[in-house]
């Protein structure tokens, strides 16, 4: 991480000095960064006499003192609150009275580091995101004593940097590690109640939700030593905020050392670190599919229907299901028992399909069965659903689908962030994007698919696991009816 900043701020025009407390690591750090310039010359995306020049300006040194005439240190080693303020004790002593120190912690409070200072307005966190040359984020971080002035300079030395800053207020995980707490532990919370399989989850949400990554995918490439530590930071920063609950899969996992890709196995296993991805099962080859009846309460009604059209299905439209029709319903967050109790259908013939995303817009479609959902129903809808080519997962029931529950997570934690004025809605939604790669900000996922349908998903979750971890977000509440993209929130 010190490098990928040394880099950078050397690219921007800074003179740059290098320290490590382990003889011959600043030096080989250097090295390894004038390489990286030579690549880019070779590359074309940069000429020689700007890698020339860059490399004059990055220098390795012996000692702290080097460090004593510059104007910015950053402080980049191990997540340990008494590390980091022996070093900045000692970086203090050494500086001027009017120089910056920064730290890049992604987990500890920039305000508890900076009580063991005696200058803590000339203090602020600065937290890059690995590879810093690629990704274009600093999060900027006040301590609670923190100059304001400082935070709009360091700002200005980011966009120097060719990156986005966003100003996070000293909470837990500050933006990007507390906003994608939903992706990765609703996910496992899936897994743990055996609604699907590790695989099963990471493909749905990549052609379902549009996410480039699986959230088992990603835990595998960030390494569980590094992932489940910042859920139980998190976690218990928060007083044990039930949103946030981590989970037992990840830290039996991590006591194995299944960590990921760096140990060739991890939720999938690597060969040539190449995930070898258990083969999705091809539909199933059916005599006849039955007639279809729609649920009248069934979301994407109308949607429904043209899908089944399409699909060449033979569609009753009465009041209620023939004897021997395929009964399918569209719940938002409710499971599919619940559906068939309330509605008076036959469970044994009653299958959920998710339509909270758009079907034109989804490359797999979802069912859902119920306990005692009968295979020949389960295989004719599987078997219908896949007609036209379409990738097709049935999962087992639960309150709402994968997909409902995992967004609906990821944009409720969003709201509270909001809630707390974290940060700005702007700056979340451009923090979520850049930092964790996903297809829309938070706020324009739950625009995308619906507020009012997240509110519906959150609180039938609620009813059917009475767990607080799904309780609505009072931001999203009260914003639900009119939309929370940033033409309709203050900053």
């Known amino acids: 991480m010190g490098r990928g900043i040394a880099q950078m701020m050397a690219q ?15 030096q080989a750090a250097c090295q390894s960064i004038v390489q990286q310039w030579q690549h880019m010359v070779e590359k074309n995306r ?11 300006r990055l220098q390795a040194v012996d000692t702290l003192a080097a460090l004593a005439g510059c104007d910015l240190v950053v402080e980049a080693i191990v997540e340990r609150l008494d590390a980091k303020q022996a070093l900045l004790r000692e970086l203090e002593a050494l500086l001027r009275p009017d120089a910056v120190l920064a730290t890049n912690t992604s987990s500890l409070s920039v305000t508890a580091i900076a009580a063991a200072l005696q200058r803590p307005q000339r203090f602020a966190g600065l937290h890059f995101f690995n590879p810093v040359p690629v990704m274009k984020l600093v999060e900027v971080v006040p301590g609670l004593r923190t100059d304001p002035a400082l935070c709009t300079a360091l700002a200005e030395q980011v966009r120097a940097l060719g990156h986005t800053p966003v100003l996070a207020q000293d909470t837990p995980g500050f933006i990007v590690n507390h906003a994608g707490r939903g992706f990765t532990t609703e996910a496992l919370r899936i897994v743990g109640e055996g609604v699907a399989d590790f695989a099963t989850v990471d493909r749905i949400l990549r052609d379902q939700a549009g996410f480039k990554i699986g959230p088992f995918e990603l835990m595998d490439l960030t390494g569980l030593d590094v992932s489940h530590p910042v859920m ?13 609950r981590p989970s037992v899969i990840t830290a039996q996992r991590l006591a194995g050392g299944l960590l990921g890709r760096k140990t060739g196995e991890g939720f999938y296993r690597y060969d040539g670190n190449v995930a070898q991805v258990p083969e999705e099962a091809s539909a199933p080859v059916v005599d006849s599919i039955p007639p279809v009846w729609v649920s009248p309460r069934a979301a994407r009604r109308p949607e429904i229907y043209q899908m089944l059209k399409h699909l060449g299905a033979d569609i009753e439209t009465g009041a209620a299901p023939s004897a021997g029709a395929i009964i399918l319903v569209a719940p938002l967050g409710f499971d599919i028992t619940t559906v068939a109790v309330v509605e008076r259908l036959d469970p044994a013939r009653t299958i959920g399909i998710d339509m909270l995303v758009e079907e034109s817009a989804t490359r797999r479609r979802v069912l859902a069965t119920n306990p005692v959902t009968r295979i020949d129903i389960r295989d004719a809808a599987h078997a219908l659903m896949a007609r036209d080519g379409k990738a097709v997962s049935v ?16 944009v409720n934690i969003a ?16 923090a979520v994007t850049l930092g964790l790669g996903y297809p829309l900000g938070p706020l324009a996922m739950g625009d995308r698919w619906g507020p009012t349908n997240i509110l519906e998903v959150l609180f039938n979750l609620q009813t059917v696991y009475g767990d607080p971890r799904y309780r609505p977000s009072p931001w999203l509440r009260r914003r639900g009816a009119i939309g929370l993209s940033l033409q309709h929130v203050e900053e």
Do not use: K, M, N
């Not at 921007?12 to 600043?26: E, I």
């Not at 000429?47 to 490399?55: H, I, N, P």
């Not at 139980?232 to 946030?244: I, N």
């Open 46 to 56: 940069l000429d020689a006499e700007q890698a020339t020049a860059c490399a004059a």
């Open 12 to 26: 921007a025009g800074s003179r740059v000095l290098l320290h490590d407390a382990q003889p011959g690591t600043a």
């Open 395 to 410: 999962v087992r029931d639960s309150g709402g689908f994968v997909t409902q529950r995992v967004v609906a997570t990821i």
């Open 415 to 430: 709201a509270d962030i909001c809630q707390q004025r974290i940060c700005t809605p702007r700056d979340l939604e451009a």
């Open 232 to 244: 139980e930071s998190v976690y218990h920063q928060y007083h044990e905020e039930p949103r946030f």
